[in-house]
């Protein structure tokens, strides 16, 4: 196939969605299931770096980053190479029945850059719920105990347990019950609606007062927690929440499991958002942006936790395909080699100096939050701290008429999201920002009545 390099450059040649775009939406509305729904209905033909071409020839600027997975860039030359060499070597045995090196390979790197210096085991499966999945499974195991703690606002995925596990009602649990039991959930340290003043300390007791009460901590197999909340709104819990969650867990033998699918990678502008407080948890699930694109995710865990569940008790047929390896070893690689944990922070530098001054003119921008390349504003009622859901909706499509990709987020649906890929360039950042200040300036100062 003829391919030409593609400029890193935003471009548009036709409205937005373009009539290529709109022939596969009537094509999709015949064929796709209605449930399964695209947030801006523009069909990519190719990518690279921060850039996507849809199929009527436009440029964007993917400020999203496919859900932060696409983190070392869209076709990333490493990643390409290497899942190219693999699929002609073999794409299939099942690591259960016939093992290669990449599985063990992708195991050692995952163990060797987990918070902590504890031995750790790693098993691989190929999407972020069943790595939830299989970290609670580990953690009941381990424990003999079933209850799992989670938090508002919390996202871990679609499957029946992790639909239990995610706060959100709408879209993600509507009508899709029972869900799985033994499944509490209790308040997040969310700093801009906690009441004024209140400390991580003390949003960390709010919570384990809770479980202790309701659920009674011999009950508990382990306590589940996003480090920095993703779907739920880029919530970045008050400085000592973690540490005091981690603290209650260990003493009360409680499991520590961290949800890094979204924030882990570099992306808050360390290896995992764990790092930031020094907080070792006992187990870790990653997904999202370990393959460059390719479906991966695992959990780990201290070795002499995951060593107790026998043989035969984790796995599948799929988990840990070796295309999905090479790929997670070639950008993991990539990442160490161009530092993207540094290009994050200096991705979060940017973007909080140009939205930032933006607060003053915009009471409607209630909070900018977020660490590294993972940053967002929250949305309100001039004023109050009503949620303006209305006004996020309209400034994301905004940006895709003009061709930057932003996502929205949180419990209410008021928040704006950048997950820009961590190798974005300079200058297409700040035009992607750019783009997103003006629409921020065109709804913001012209209210829908
Ligand atoms: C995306 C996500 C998941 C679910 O991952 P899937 O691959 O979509 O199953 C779980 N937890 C967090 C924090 C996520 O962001």
């Not at 069909?43 to 859900?67: H, T």
């Not at 209790?186 to 309701?214: C, K, L």
Request: some cysteine; overall charge negative.
């Amino acid at each position: 196939m003829e391919t030409s390099p593609i400029k890193q450059q935003r471009n548009l040649v036709t409205e937005l969605p373009g009539p290529n775009s709109k022939d596969l939406e009537r094509r999709r509305s015949a064929a796709v299931a209605p449930g399964v729904s695209s947030v801006f209905p523009v069909y990519v033909r190719e990518a690279s770096g921060a850039i996507l071409v849809d199929v009527d020839g436009n440029s964007l600027i993917d400020l999203g980053a496919g859900i932060a997975v696409t983190s070392v860039g869209h076709a990333a030359p490493a990643v390409v190479d290497a899942v190219q060499a693999q699929i002609a070597r073999f794409a299939h045995t099942c690591f259960m029945i016939s093992p290669y090196e990449l599985y063990v390979a992708v195991c050692e790197a995952l163990n060797a850059l987990a918070p902590g210096d504890q031995p750790k085991r790693s098993a691989l499966f190929n999407s972020g719920a069943e790595a939830v999945e299989n970290a609670v499974k580990i953690a009941r195991h381990v424990t003999g105990r079933q209850a799992v703690v989670v938090f508002d606002h919390a996202y871990h995925g679609r499957t029946n347990l992790t639909m239990a596990l995610t706060a959100k009602n709408m879209p993600y649990r509507e009508k899709f019950g029972p869900f799985a039991p033994e499944v509490y959930r209790v308040p997040m340290s969310y700093p801009f609606r906690d009441p004024d003043g209140m400390t991580g300390e003390q949003a960390a007791a709010r919570a384990t007062e809770q479980i202790e009460r309701q659920v009674g901590a011999d009950n508990v197999a382990c306590v589940l927690i996003e480090p920095i909340q993703g779907e739920g709104g880029f919530i970045v819990p008050a400085p000592g929440f973690l540490p005091a969650i981690a603290a209650w867990c260990h003493d009360r033998g409680v499991l520590l499991a961290a949800d890094e699918i979204q924030t882990g990678f570099c992306r808050t502008g360390d290896w995992f958002a764990c790092e930031f407080e020094g907080i070792v948890p006992d187990l870790l699930t990653t997904a999202k942006a370990m393959a460059g694109g390719m479906p991966l995710a695992a959990v780990t865990g201290r070795a002499d936790l995951v060593d107790v569940v026998h043989s035969g008790g984790l796995g599948g047929t799929y988990g840990g395909n070796p295309a999905a390896c090479a790929a997670a070893l070639a950008a993991i690689d990539t990442m160490r080699n161009e530092d993207l944990a540094v290009a994050a922070r200096d991705i979060g530098d940017t973007v909080v100096a140009r939205l930032g001054p933006l607060q003053a003119s915009y009471p409607c921008i209630g909070d900018i939050r977020g660490r590294g390349a993972m940053i967002a504003l929250e949305l309100v009622r001039p004023g109050t701290m009503e949620p303006d859901a209305e006004a996020a909706k309209r400034i994301v499509q905004a940006c895709h008429r003009a061709g930057v990709v932003v996502l929205s987020c949180g419990s209410y649906g008021n928040v704006i999201r950048l997950l820009p890929p961590l190798v974005i360039e300079e200058e297409l950042l700040a035009d992607g920002l750019d783009v997103l200040a003006g629409a921020i300036g065109e709804v913001l100062s012209a209210p829908a009545s």
